[in-house]
């Protein structure tokens, strides 16, 4: 089983910045693309951004493209989103999740079969 713990989200007003932090425990994270998606109520979990195990490949929404940044220390087990020049509409319960499969660069929801509780996030105008 693996354990993912968030932590880092808040209130901040549009144009500020954020580091969301994910912990995991539970299996060999260093083998595994680790994502960050977003949801708010009544819509679908979106995709933010992915890294691969080792760190050398990352992925971003077009959405964030230029002002989030994902990466990853995989000797502390924990992955990061630096997100700055927030915008109102970045307003979501962000979670981290594991790839089902190791050494495996896929991105999509269905991908990912492990998943932190969530941090909200939010950003006034």
């Known amino acids: 089983q693996v354990q993912l713990v968030e932590s880092g989200g808040g209130l901040v007003q549009a144009g500020g910045s954020l580091r969301l932090s994910c912990v995991a425990s539970?299996?060999?994270?260093?083998?595994?693309?680790m994502g960050w998606f977003r949801q708010t109520p009544g819509t679908e979990r979106e995709f933010v951004a992915a890294i691969s195990w080792g760190g050398g490949s990352t992925y971003y929404a077009d959405s964030v493209k230029g002002r989030f940044t994902i990466s990853r220390d995989n000797a502390k087990n924990t992955v990061y989103l630096q997100m700055n020049s927030l915008k109102p509409e970045d307003t979501a319960i962000y979670s981290c999740?594991?790839?089902?499969?190791?050494?495996?660069?896929?991105?999509?929801?269905?991908?990912?079969?492990?998943w932190g509780q969530g941090t909200q996030v939010t950003v006034s105008s």
């Open positions: 539970g299996r060999t994270f260093s083998l595994y693309t």
């Open positions: 999740a594991a790839h089902r499969i190791p050494t495996k660069l896929t991105i999509s929801v269905t991908d990912f079969g492990f």
